[in-house]
């Protein structure tokens, strides 16, 4: 099997998120890794009972937030030795991830998983079920 040469580390700020960069840069120091941050839109729809309305501080305090953490993490990755990039996207994580595998020419996904209530989510994660079981590509998910 082939080395990848572009790995994807989608970062949510998690502990499971920061477990699955080092995994990637640790298992493939060869690859250029990037890290994406996905900016899931706040819209009425989302807050329960719609109390919530969109409006630009919110977006804007979304924006910095995933800034910092990818900034945070490009000078944590900076004791490894390995290409690092980082990406910020805004939509759907798991409809942005498998965009951003096609449209970035990645080889690999690697992601945390987090458990939830239903049966194939509780080992994965939502988004991370999605991504696994539509990706192109191989996804290791770090538990």
Do not use: Y
């Not at 501080?57 to 004791?79: F, G, I, N, P």
């Amino acid at each position: 099997m082939d080395r990848p040469a572009r790995v994807l580390v989608p970062l949510d700020g998690s502990p499971l998120a920061d477990e699955a960069l080092e995994h990637a840069l640790v298992v493939f120091p060869q690859a250029t890794v990037t890290v994406l941050n996905v900016i899931t839109p706040i819209d009425a729809g989302m807050s329960e009972g719609g109390l919530l309305e969109p409006d630009d501080d919110r977006r804007v305090h979304a924006r910095e937030r995933a800034e910092a953490l990818v900034e945070r993490t490009a000078r944590r990755t900076s004791k490894f030795d390995a290409s690092v990039e980082v990406a910020i996207e805004d939509g759907d994580p798991a409809t942005v991830i498998l965009e951003f595998v096609d449209e970035a020419d990645v080889d690999h996904v690697v992601m945390g998983g987090h458990g939830r209530s239903d049966l194939a989510a509780r080992f994965l994660g939502s988004v991370a079920t999605s991504v696994v079981t539509r990706s192109p590509v191989p996804v290791t998910v770090v538990r």
